[in-house]
């Protein structure tokens, strides 16, 4: 009995001081946790950077326009017949007064020289009564009358030449024809398309502006061109027309800019960029576009700053400003606010920082900005 009590006893006694140690042995493992704890530090983030620039810009706008030729018509007849002849090849270029489309002018021809005949015909008539009127044989009605007659023939020459000469379509200006949608035999009614025709030297663009810039723009401004079709080369115009509207709905106004089109390169209702230059230069500070942490409540970039540490020795440590961006240009945005000239900013390797992460910078692969970049090729 009592040895069954002593074993009562020590049963208990056991698990509590089991217990007992377990827990002094897990409070030295969690202190020394978190003693490694406070003087653990992540490694240093590997990025890119650039210095803030202070730097001049030519005052410029940009839009995005569409060329339009400075003349284009689509080539019809105001006579209906049946065509005979066509003078034109799809894609071609004509001068002004080429024939393009000849109509059958059969019936017309024959009818003027009937008109003809009766011309002649009615000015013999006149002839012979001037001559009667001299010598009193006939009255003055009958001269009226012979006068009024040769007037007539010769209005039904003309009258029947003009429309001869309507059958006969040309071209009103120099330019680039279109494909052709008439075929030779073909019966064209009044008004039915031929071809369109473009006159594409020089050529127009035509784009709008923000109400804003009507104090910067001028009659004569230069402008450049650019397409994405001929990455490669830019077209130099000046601005030629400014409307003297403005759009109500949009509160933009349209502008138009003529560029030299000597190789025809330039299409009608291609889309272009357009920047109109200014003689007028600002300063500005830039930062390359990919430092830019784009967010809706602001953008924002990570400056590389500089923090002393206990052993008084400095690291780079990320530092997170709010800026306001102005005009893209290139590789580099302009900042109207947030930053100062000779301020580093990181340039790749920005999504994956916060305030006070630990930086190591390097730049041997970091790309290089340009106002001006050429994709390269492949």
Same mark, same amino acid.
């Given at each position: 009995? *009592?040895? @069954?009590?002593?074993?009562?006893?020590?049963?208990?006694?056991?698990?509590?001081?089991? $217990?007992?140690?377990?827990?002094?042995?897990?409070?030295?493992?969690?202190?020394?946790?978190?003693?490694?704890?406070?003087? #653990?530090?992540?490694?240093?983030?590997?990025?890119?950077?650039?210095?803030?620039?202070?730097?001049?810009?030519?005052?410029?706008?940009?839009?995005?326009?569409? !060329?339009?030729?400075?003349?284009?018509?689509?080539?019809?007849?105001?006579?209906?017949?049946?065509?005979?002849?066509?003078?034109?090849?799809?894609?071609?270029?004509?001068?002004?007064? +080429?024939?393009?489309? *000849?109509?059958?002018?059969?019936?017309?021809?024959?009818?003027?020289?009937?008109?003809?005949?009766?011309?002649?015909?009615?000015?013999?008539? !006149?002839?012979?009564?001037?001559?009667?009127?001299?010598?009193?044989?006939?009255?003055?009605?009958?001269?009226?009358?012979?006068?009024?007659? &040769?007037?007539?023939?010769?209005?039904?020459?003309?009258?029947? %030449?003009?429309?001869?000469?309507?059958?006969?379509?040309?071209?009103?200006?120099?330019?680039? $024809?279109?494909?052709? %949608?008439?075929?030779?035999?073909?019966?064209?009614?009044?008004? &039915?398309?031929? &071809?369109?025709?473009?006159?594409?030297?020089?050529?127009?663009?035509? #784009?709008?502006?923000?109400?804003? +810039?009507?104090?910067?723009?001028?009659?004569?401004?230069?402008?450049?061109?650019?397409?994405?079709?001929?990455? @490669?080369?830019?077209?130099?115009? %000046?601005?030629?027309?400014?409307?003297?509207?403005?759009?109500?709905?949009?509160?933009? $106004?349209?502008?138009?800019?003529?560029?030299?089109?000597?190789?025809?390169? !330039?299409?009608?209702?291609?889309?272009?960029? $357009?920047?109109?230059?200014?003689?007028?230069?600002?300063?500005?500070?830039?930062?390359?576009?990919?430092?830019?942490?784009?967010?809706?409540?602001?953008?924002?970039?990570?400056?590389?700053? @500089?923090?002393?540490?206990?052993?008084?020795?400095?690291?780079?440590?990320? *530092?997170?400003?709010?800026?306001?961006?102005?005009? *893209?240009?290139?590789? #580099?945005?302009?900042?109207?606010?947030?930053?100062?000239?000779?301020?580093?900013?990181?340039?790749?390797? &920005?999504?994956?920082?916060?305030?006070?992460?630990?930086?190591?910078?390097?730049?041997?692969?970091?790309?290089?900005? @340009?106002?001006?970049?050429?994709?390269?090729?492949?």
């Amino acid at each position: 009995m *009592k040895t @069954k009590t002593k074993l009562w006893i020590a049963i208990p006694l056991g698990l509590v001081l089991v $217990v007992v140690v377990l827990g002094f042995v897990k409070a030295r493992q969690f202190g020394t946790m978190m003693k490694a704890g406070e003087h #653990f530090a992540p490694p240093p983030e590997a990025v890119s950077s650039a210095p803030v620039q202070a730097a001049r810009w030519a005052a410029s706008r940009q839009a995005i326009g569409t !060329l339009v030729a400075v003349r284009g018509v689509t080539l019809g007849s105001e006579m209906p017949g049946l065509i005979t002849e066509i003078d034109f090849d799809s894609g071609s270029s004509v001068r002004q007064g +080429a024939l393009m489309v *000849k109509l059958d002018t059969s019936t017309e021809e024959a009818q003027l020289q009937a008109a003809k005949a009766d011309e002649a015909l009615a000015r013999l008539n !006149l002839e012979r009564a001037q001559s009667l009127r001299k010598g009193e044989s006939n009255s003055p009605a009958d001269l009226d009358a012979a006068e009024a007659r &040769a007037k007539q023939a010769a209005a039904a020459v003309v009258n029947l %030449q003009a429309l001869i000469a309507k059958k006969y379509i040309r071209a009103p200006f120099d330019g680039r $024809v279109a494909i052709r %949608q008439v075929e030779l035999g073909q019966v064209l009614s009044a008004g &039915a398309p031929v &071809a369109s025709l473009q006159s594409v030297t020089p050529i127009h663009a035509d #784009f709008w502006f923000p109400q804003q +810039a009507l104090a910067d723009l001028k009659l004569g401004q230069k402008a450049r061109l650019k397409t994405d079709a001929f990455p @490669k080369d830019s077209w130099e115009g %000046q601005l030629t027309a400014i409307n003297p509207e403005v759009d109500t709905a949009t509160r933009n $106004v349209k502008v138009r800019a003529t560029f030299p089109n000597p190789d025809g390169r !330039l299409r009608p209702g291609m889309y272009v960029n $357009v920047e109109v230059l200014s003689n007028d230069q600002r300063r500005v500070l830039v930062i390359p576009v990919t430092s830019v942490l784009f967010a809706p409540y602001g953008d924002t970039v990570f400056l590389v700053d @500089k923090k002393a540490g206990g052993d008084g020795k400095e690291s780079l440590v990320a *530092k997170q400003e709010f800026v306001r961006l102005g005009e *893209k240009r290139g590789d #580099f945005v302009e900042v109207l606010s947030g930053l100062e000239a000779g301020q580093t900013v990181v340039t790749s390797g &920005a999504f994956k920082l916060r305030n006070g992460t630990a930086l190591l910078v390097n730049n041997t692969l970091a790309p290089d900005a @340009k106002l001006e970049p050429t994709p390269r090729e492949r």
